[in-house]
């Protein structure tokens, strides 16, 4: 192939290290910024509400192209026709870039009104005219990343995503530093015009890829087997039928993160906070707790990305039975992701707000309520892949817009009332109401009764153990009396350590799991050495 494959769980292996990366340099800026004075929870707040509607509109505009692309392209190679799987690529990245231009003029000339009338936060406009000319290389990038992925090649995006955020990371530092001394709102702005400058150079490193590749791939155009050629106006009709639902659970997504800057900044100030204590106690979300939160979200949601394809090639070679296999044991590993980061971030949330936050530490409490929402979302994002690769398209969007209708009714009725808390919780409720009727439509479709105590108990007993490993040491460390950051890393470590013996000891994972694992022969010993402990 011109375009490498990667086999399912090299694929999954690839985006999960190039999403830690990406996560590492993230937090690394949003702590330097968070860290400024000048710029702390405030500038966050201009800075998250901001991207809120950035990421709707991309989500409108560029959210369901990669997963559509993906799973159109790797059911033509299933079939052997590379020249229809091309001709996808091509058709899509005419029309989604004319989509894409049409939007980024909207936004940006539009920045003004949406900021004043609708946000009612003047001082976001300059963070949304910093980022309109981002969406247009945002749905360019998505194109060819489906495309790649529709291959079974996740190494490039994987690789342009992590570039992208290296230099996110950077220019953001470089231009809030340039722009100290200004006000928070036009630092906002700068650090958000960074990711244009990021979201342009992972674009541009994804077509140098495809054009060196590209006498390769006609070579083998031409080579393939002879199929009909499909009309462009078919292959547009087929393209929007597919963005349309799967773009719609993307669209909820941010609309739910929409109605929380709206509905929160509103409820803050009638609860009695002027405009700059608002901004200030939604920074904490936005700035500090979401981030927090997002790192098992970014982990996991390599399932997600390698399930579409995956699934879509069984389902279209009639191999039914595999698929409910890779599903059943992504869900499984999610679980053994989500509920210990839970646990973590619960246990050590004041710990990790003074480690990473210390000229701005409030927050801790959101962060411990709100940190409930992993375990759902983390799954959520399992069962979503799953769905789209079976063609249920409209079913996590739906279950979503449930989910966001109970929380803008509970945030309009108790912000007001009971001030930044309600948020944090209401985050919790939309995401359980969305990942249990996700589930139980999944196993309803595929007629398959979910081993519960496989999925989930196991796992939920082996985050027990762990928890009480952090407890115990909560309660030594108050003799000892260790500097926070020594025990904060310490307990972190300590707390992987008791988790991974317990995974193995109890058999969260079986050895046929195991070996599905990259370097699965490797990680087989070492599980039989810990089953002795």
Same mark, same amino acid.
């Given at each position: 192939?011109?375009?490498?494959?990667?086999?399912?769980?090299?694929?999954?292996?690839?985006?999960?290290?190039?999403?830690?990366?990406?996560?590492?340099?993230?937090?690394?800026?949003?702590?330097?910024?968070?860290?400024?004075?000048?710029?702390?929870?405030?500038?966050?707040?201009?800075?998250?509400?901001?991207?809120?509607?950035?990421?709707?509109?991309?989500?409108?505009?560029?959210?369901?192209?990669?997963?559509?692309?993906?799973?159109?392209?790797?059911?033509?190679?299933?079939?052997?026709?590379?020249?229809?799987?091309?001709?996808?690529?091509?058709?899509?990245?005419?029309?989604?870039?004319?989509?894409?231009?049409?939007?980024?003029?909207?936004?940006?000339?539009?920045?003004?009104?949406?900021?004043?009338?609708?946000?009612?936060?003047?001082?976001?406009?300059?963070?949304?005219?910093?980022?309109?000319?981002?969406?247009?290389?945002?749905?360019?990038?998505?194109?060819?990343?489906?495309?790649?992925?529709?291959?079974?090649?996740?190494?490039?995006?994987?690789?342009?995503?992590?570039?992208?955020?290296?230099?996110?990371?950077?220019?953001?530092?470089?231009?809030?530093?340039?722009?100290?001394?200004?006000?928070?709102?036009?630092?906002?702005?700068?650090?958000?015009?960074?990711?244009?400058?990021?979201?342009?150079?992972?674009?541009?490193?994804?077509?140098?890829?495809?054009?060196?590749?590209?006498?390769?791939?006609?070579?083998?155009?031409?080579?393939?087997?002879?199929?009909?050629?499909?009309?462009?106006?078919?292959?547009?009709?087929?393209?929007?039928?597919?963005?349309?639902?799967?773009?719609?659970?993307?669209?909820?997504?941010?609309?739910?993160?929409?109605?929380?800057?709206?509905?929160?900044?509103?409820?803050?100030?009638?609860?009695?906070?002027?405009?700059?204590?608002?901004?200030?106690?939604?920074?904490?979300?936005?700035?500090?707790?979401?981030?927090? =939160?997002?790192?098992?979200?970014?982990? =996991?949601?390599?399932?997600?990305?390698?399930?579409?394809?995956?699934?879509?090639?069984?389902?279209?070679?009639?191999?039914?039975?595999?698929?409910?296999?890779?599903?059943?044991?992504?869900?499984?590993?999610?679980?053994?992701?989500?509920?210990?980061?839970?646990?973590?971030?619960?246990?050590?949330?004041?710990?990790?707000?003074?480690?990473?936050?210390?000229?701005?530490?409030?927050?801790?409490?959101?962060?411990?309520?709100?940190?409930?929402?992993?375990?759902?979302?983390?799954?959520?994002?399992?069962?979503?892949?799953?769905?789209?690769?079976?063609?249920?398209?409209?079913?996590?969007?739906?279950?979503?817009?449930?989910?966001?209708?109970?929380?803008?009714?509970?945030?309009?009725?108790?912000?007001?009332?009971?001030?930044?808390?309600?948020?944090?919780?209401?985050?919790?409720?939309?995401?359980?109401?969305?990942?249990?009727?996700?589930? $139980?439509?999944?196993?309803?479709?595929?007629?398959?009764?979910?081993?519960?105590?496989?999925?989930?108990?196991?796992?939920?007993?082996?985050?027990? $153990?762990?928890?009480?490993?952090?407890?115990?040491?909560?309660?030594?460390?108050?003799?000892?009396?260790?500097?926070?950051?020594?025990?904060?890393?310490?307990?972190?470590?300590?707390?992987?350590?008791?988790?991974?013996?317990?995974?193995?000891?109890?058999?969260?994972?079986?050895?046929?799991?195991?070996?599905?694992?990259?370097?699965?022969?490797?990680?087989?010993?070492?599980?039989?050495?810990?089953?002795?402990?």
């Amino acid at each position: 192939m011109a375009i490498k494959k990667q086999s399912f769980m090299n694929g999954v292996l690839v985006i999960m290290v190039s999403q830690i990366l990406i996560k590492v340099f993230g937090f690394i800026y949003r702590i330097v910024l968070t860290n400024f004075p000048q710029f702390a929870d405030e500038g966050n707040s201009y800075y998250g509400s901001g991207y809120q509607v950035y990421t709707l509109i991309l989500a409108i505009a560029t959210m369901g192209i990669p997963n559509t692309i993906s799973k159109l392209v790797s059911e033509k190679m299933a079939l052997g026709d590379k020249r229809g799987a091309h001709k996808i690529f091509r058709t899509a990245m005419a029309l989604f870039t004319i989509i894409a231009i049409g939007f980024a003029v909207t936004l940006f000339f539009g920045a003004d009104f949406i900021a004043t009338k609708i946000l009612v936060n003047p001082g976001v406009q300059y963070t949304l005219m910093a980022l309109a000319p981002a969406i247009i290389f945002v749905a360019m990038s998505a194109v060819l990343r489906g495309y790649f992925v529709g291959m079974q090649n996740m190494m490039e995006y994987s690789k342009a995503q992590v570039i992208e955020q290296i230099v996110n990371s950077v220019f953001s530092i470089i231009f809030v530093v340039m722009l100290l001394g200004s006000t928070p709102e036009i630092m906002a702005a700068g650090s958000t015009l960074a990711t244009t400058v990021a979201a342009s150079t992972a674009f541009f490193y994804m077509l140098t890829y495809y054009n060196k590749n590209k006498k390769e791939i006609w070579e083998e155009i031409k080579n393939s087997e002879k199929f009909a050629e499909t009309p462009t106006k078919k292959i547009i009709k087929k393209l929007i039928s597919y963005v349309i639902p799967i773009s719609f659970g993307s669209v909820v997504v941010a609309l739910s993160g929409v109605i929380d800057v709206v509905t929160v900044m509103s409820g803050l100030q009638e609860f009695g906070y002027d405009l700059q204590m608002a901004n200030e106690k939604f920074g904490i979300l936005l700035g500090k707790v979401d981030i927090l =939160n997002a790192v098992p979200l970014s982990i =996991n949601v390599a399932f997600s990305v390698a399930l579409v394809p995956f699934i879509s090639s069984a389902m279209a070679k009639g191999q039914k039975d595999e698929a409910v296999k890779k599903i059943n044991f992504s869900l499984k590993v999610s679980s053994l992701i989500a509920l210990p980061c839970t646990a973590g971030l619960f246990m050590l949330a004041g710990n990790i707000f003074a480690l990473i936050f210390p000229n701005a530490p409030e927050g801790a409490l959101l962060l411990q309520i709100q940190c409930f929402m992993i375990v759902f979302a983390v799954i959520a994002q399992t069962l979503y892949g799953s769905l789209q690769g079976l063609g249920k398209l409209f079913v996590p969007g739906t279950c979503l817009v449930i989910g966001a209708v109970v929380k803008y009714i509970l945030n309009v009725v108790l912000v007001p009332k009971y001030g930044e808390i309600i948020p944090a919780i209401t985050t919790v409720i939309y995401n359980a109401i969305a990942c249990t009727l996700s589930f $139980i439509i999944l196993f309803r479709y595929l007629k398959e009764k979910p081993n519960i105590y496989k999925l989930f108990v196991k796992p939920l007993i082996c985050t027990l $153990i762990m928890t009480f490993a952090l407890f115990l040491m909560s309660k030594l460390n108050v003799y000892i009396g260790l500097p926070n950051t020594i025990y904060t890393i310490s307990a972190i470590i300590i707390a992987i350590i008791v988790y991974v013996i317990a995974v193995f000891r109890l058999g969260a994972l079986d050895e046929n799991e195991v070996l599905q694992l990259p370097y699965g022969n490797k990680i087989c010993k070492i599980a039989k050495k810990l089953k002795k402990i």
